[in-house]
């Protein structure tokens, strides 16, 4: 199981959902010490956006199709603003954004690799779901950062891009029963794979039942927002 967050405070602090329209039609919990340092938080984030950049680019160079390398390309370059955004942050604090990143460099690297699919396809639905519901996930926690938080929800609050890609899928599972079947069962797997890693974020070393009760609000919502997702692209969660 990943664990990336083992740096925490004591400090209270709020956690921040990203509405399905609006960020100001977030909902709070109040997670106390269960969100990390503000030093992990900026690096965890500002590393996934550098991997999925590097992921979106393999795709780039493997894909034949021109309008195909043009979708991947415009994801590409949100999550490389993204990255550059949150090293822009972390350098505001006067700290250097590799240093900063290199302790989760294997972990997330792990998880990545992870769901990386066989073929093609499968790694565009990877890159759209984790994506998608870490960037929610990272905003929620931006909420117990202050202004650095703000910064941070404007950044990855920001058009993914990832809309093209996302028709890419629709067209293959309209056309294609057993891709449709695919890509049902790739999401699921992937979506357990990124709860995990949410998981591990909030997590001492095991949630006791109010913690429970507390977490519960916010992994409701990234499973709502999951599901429009595959929703939108004709797949059932």
Same mark, same amino acid.
């Given at each position: 199981m990943v664990n990336w967050f083992w740096?925490?405070?004591?400090?209270?602090?709020?956690?921040?959902?990203?509405?399905?329209?609006?960020?100001?039609?977030?909902?709070?919990?109040?997670?106390?010490?269960?969100?990390?340092?503000?030093?992990?938080?900026?690096?965890?984030?500002a590393y996934l956006q550098l991997g999925y950049f590097e992921t979106l680019s393999r795709l780039i160079r493997n894909t034949p199709d021109l309008e195909e390398k043009e979708a991947l390309s415009k994801a590409a370059g949100a999550a490389l603003t993204?990255?550059?955004?949150?090293?822009?942050?972390?350098?505001?604090?006067?700290?250097?954004?590799t240093e900063v990143m290199l302790p989760f460099r294997e972990e997330l690297d792990g998880f990545r690799w992870k769901t990386i699919g066989k073929r093609p396809r499968e790694t565009m639905l990877s890159v759209h779901i984790t994506a998608g519901m870490l960037d929610d996930f990272y905003i929620?926690?931006?909420?117990?950062?202050?202004?650095?938080?703000?910064?941070v929800v404007r950044i990855l609050g920001a058009d993914p891009d990832r809309e093209a890609i996302a028709e890419i899928l629709r067209h293959t599972i309209a056309a294609d029963d057993e891709w449709r079947w695919l890509l049902s069962l790739w999401g699921?797997?992937? @979506?357990?794979?990124? *709860?995990?890693?949410?998981? =591990?974020?909030?997590?001492? +070393?095991?949630?006791?039942?109010?913690?429970?009760?507390?977490?519960?609000? @916010?992994?409701?919502? *990234?499973?709502?927002?999951? =599901?429009?997702?595959?929703? +939108?692209?004709?797949?059932?969660s």
């Open positions: 740096k925490r405070r004591p400090a209270g602090r709020t956690l921040l959902l990203r509405g399905r329209d609006e960020l100001s039609d977030a909902q709070r919990v109040d997670f106390s010490e269960l969100a990390p340092d503000i030093d992990t938080f900026l690096g965890q984030a993204k990255h550059q955004g949150l090293c822009e942050v972390i350098t505001s604090r006067g700290e250097v954004p929620a926690l931006a909420s117990s950062y202050g202004e650095t938080g703000r910064r699921r797997r992937l @979506v357990g794979d990124t *709860l995990l890693v949410a998981r =591990a974020a909030l997590r001492p +070393a095991r949630l006791d039942s109010d913690e429970e009760k507390q977490v519960e609000p @916010v992994f409701t919502a *990234l499973m709502a927002s999951h =599901a429009k997702r595959m929703d +939108a692209i004709g797949l059932a």
